[in-house]
């Protein structure tokens, strides 16, 4: 128990790290590609991302999305591609390898559409090497570089924000 609480420490202090590094550069570059994080916990509807993915004019083999559980097996049967506290060591190592190769991936926008206050899940949004960062209101703001307060069930009206700012800065093209 106290290993486990050193162990946060340690990959709190990593974000942190991550965090103060970080330089935004909101270019005018067009979204072509687009990853997605999300909380199987508080959400298991993956066709909604599909929607989102069509909506922002990315075609689906430039869509990837992965989930993460804090449950260890259960839902890790329903859901291809999810990921537990496991798969993560001190200082912010990550011990798989897939999940290392979406973290390595350079996607234009990278959605990050969770609530919870889960030390993971934060670290996949900081670990992350998108060029621009989506996702709800979170207690660090400094984790993405567009917020969208909007509740977690309100999925459409987050879909509808984030097309409309993205157009406004120009990564999508209004047709």
């Not at 909101?26 to 991302?49: A, M, Y």
């Not at 291809?80 to 390898?97: Q, R």
């Not at 509740?151 to 459409?156: A, D």
Request: aromatic share 10%; charged share 30%.
């Amino acid at each position: 128990m106290i290993l486990k609480g050193f162990k946060e420490k340690s990959i709190k202090k990593h974000i942190n790290k991550l965090l103060s590094e970080r330089y935004v550069n909101v270019s005018g570059k067009q979204v072509e590609s687009l990853g997605i994080i999300f909380n199987l916990d508080e959400l298991d509807n993956f066709e909604q991302f599909n929607t989102l993915a069509s909506c922002l004019k990315v075609k689906p083999n430039k869509l990837k999305v992965i989930a993460f559980s804090s449950n260890k097996k259960e839902t890790l049967k329903s859901w291809d591609v999810c990921f537990n506290p496991d798969d993560f060591g001190w200082k912010g190592a990550i011990k798989n390898s897939e999940l290392q190769t979406f973290l390595d991936t350079k996607f234009d926008v990278l959605i990050s559409y969770y609530e919870a206050d889960i030390t993971e899940l934060k670290l996949l949004t900081a670990k992350s090497k998108a060029e621009f960062k989506v996702g709800l209101l979170q207690t660090d703001e400094r984790i993405n570089d567009l917020i969208v307060k909007t509740n977690l069930k309100e999925f459409n009206v987050f879909k509808d924000e984030v097309f409309k700012y993205l157009t406004i800065l120009k990564k999508i093209k209004n047709e």
